[in-house]
């Protein structure tokens, strides 16, 4: 009669189930509201709850089918950790837990990681991870025969299906419709989705291929009556937006405006990312690949700085980023990681100089930069640079207003703008003895609260144009005067990463199969 007092697994999961739907799926109904009050949808609102408790039952019964007792309860705190970190990201930054989210994770450093806690994290790490997993191992289960447990849950299945089978047939007309122009409602479903997106992160890594695929094995290096000096500065989460030379109100970029006045610079207005996180975007344009083309599989093959340092240039990468090269450089020789975004950018700069007058060849220097990563913002740029204001001067962006936010921005922009400069500086100093040019490229860019979203990595294909449109700035020395005009003639037309590889090459007189002169920007018809 005792036993009979305690819980069944089942009734564990339908309690579970119930939690997912009332306190991990915030993001999820308030879009869902949002959507169904433009059409007048009253059905969406009081219906879909019902169907996606039975969805979170149908996927607990499949998850749990096999366990039993200690591997029962495991499994459940597993899932309500993933839920609830899930939920605080998807609530507080509109954040979308896909596979590429969960790449970007996994390059995360320490530091990194620290500056995304917050006040609100830890609370729901207590409220909505440790309070319920704590209650469910302070509860003794009523467990069944191991058959019967399988058993049982098979039931629940058929349950599960058929009730969201009948559910959507009766509502077949109001649900196609609905969930056809609202598709992206699907990403926001926890902890379903960030489930199958860490389904897929395990299944890419087990599944993908890891052997090194050679490109450009007939490549080889024109010669050249003068030295070449190429640098390329990757940014970090620079949305061109935000750029005063696109047009934006807000005097970012003094240095290259002024530069641009003086026609020693060509800006391109149009330039979209590869991806919208570094762990995409960085590999994708270091890559020969399209970004229709580029893939998991195609970070297992050589990329620009391979083919450039086997023709005999060398290649100096310098990092500041927290994310390192994301695998880029690992070939390369002369790598210098810096402080991971603990230091400045410009302190990438210090040895540079020492770095040129030791090498006798031609050279490629890349530049990663923290640039403007958030969402600690404020500590991208010294106090100096604290020009626009108030800013939001913590790493808890729920404190501060989005006008802080977008100030504190702002202020990354201007410190980029002076990093650019005195690169540029550098160079001039270099021209005698070498043709000189420059690309600064952002890897993706950011969302500052439009439509409640912030920081990035959304999926490309609902990202906003503030995660995609990315600044980008060419500066040439006194050798390529010829190109620079050129480029100025089309200086509008839309480029992307895609214009990386083979402009590079093109600079450096690279010749392989691989290279294709219309994507290369200095070697424009």
Request: glycine letters at 4%; one cysteine or more.
């Amino acid at each position: 009669m005792k036993k009979n007092l305690f819980p069944h697994s089942q009734q564990i999961i339908l309690l579970f189930a119930l939690f997912f739907t009332l306190f991990s799926n915030f993001t999820f109904f308030s879009k869902l509201i949002e959507f169904a009050n433009i059409e007048n949808n009253n059905l969406i609102i009081w219906s879909v709850p019902f169907v996606l408790f039975a969805i979170f039952v149908l996927f607990l019964n499949i998850v749990l089918l096999l366990t039993y007792k200690y591997s029962f309860k495991a499994i459940i705190s597993f899932i309500v950790l993933v839920a609830g970190i899930s939920g605080y990201f998807m609530n507080s930054f509109g954040t979308i837990i896909d596979k590429d989210m969960i790449v970007n994770a996994t390059h995360t450093n320490t530091f990194e990681a620290f500056g995304l806690i917050t006040v609100k994290l830890l609370a729901y790490v207590l409220f909505f991870v440790i309070i319920p997993i704590f209650a469910l191992y302070g509860v003794k289960v009523n467990y069944q025969s191991y058959p019967k447990e399988i058993l049982n849950k098979l039931i629940i299945i058929a349950i599960s299906i058929l009730f969201i089978a009948v559910s959507y047939m009766l509502l077949s007309k109001t649900y196609s419709a609905f969930f056809r122009n609202h598709k992206e409602l699907r990403f926001y479903t926890n902890p379903t989705y960030p489930i199958y997106s860490l389904g897929k992160f395990i299944y890419l890594q087990v599944a993908t291929k890891k052997t090194l695929t050679p490109i450009a094995l007939d490549a080889n290096l024109t010669l050249s009556n003068k030295k070449r000096l190429f640098v390329l500065v990757v940014g970090e989460t620079a949305r061109g937006e935000n750029f005063s030379l696109n047009g934006y109100d807000v005097k970012t970029n003094p240095l290259m405006e002024d530069l641009l006045q003086n026609n020693q610079i060509v800006n391109l207005p149009n330039v979209t990312s590869c991806g919208t996180a570094t762990a995409v975007s960085v590999p994708c344009m270091f890559s020969k690949f399209s970004k229709d083309e580029y893939n998991d599989d195609k970070q297992y093959y050589e990329n620009l700085v391979d083919v450039v340092n086997r023709v005999g240039i060398k290649v100096l990468w310098i990092d500041n980023n927290s994310g390192g090269s994301q695998g880029v450089a690992k070939r390369i020789k002369d790598v210098k990681y810096l402080g991971g975004g603990e230091v400045l950018d410009e302190t990438m700069l210090n040895e540079l100089q020492n770095e040129i007058d030791k090498t006798n060849n031609d050279m490629l220097v890349v530049l990663h930069q923290e640039g403007s990563h958030g969402p600690t913002y404020f500590k991208r740029y010294p106090d100096s640079f604290k020009k626009f204001t108030p800013t939001c001067d913590t790493q808890d962006l729920e404190k501060c207003t989005q006008q802080e936010i977008v100030n504190t921005y702002n202020n990354t922009i201007l410190y980029t703008d002076y990093f650019l400069d005195k690169t540029i500086k550098l160079l001039v100093s270099n021209d005698e003895k070498y043709k000189t040019a420059l690309i600064y490229m952002s890897d993706h860019g950011e969302s500052l609260g439009e439509n409640g979203i912030y920081l990035h990595g959304l999926p490309y294909v609902l990202a906003p144009d503030t995660q995609t449109r990315i600044p980008a700035i060419l500066w040439f020395g006194k050798d390529l005067q010829k190109e620079k005009i050129n480029l100025q003639m089309k200086k509008t037309a839309h480029y992307s990463h895609d214009n990386l590889f083979h402009t590079t090459l093109g600079f450096f007189g690279i010749k392989t199969k691989e290279y294709k002169k219309e994507l290369d920007i200095l070697n424009l018809n």
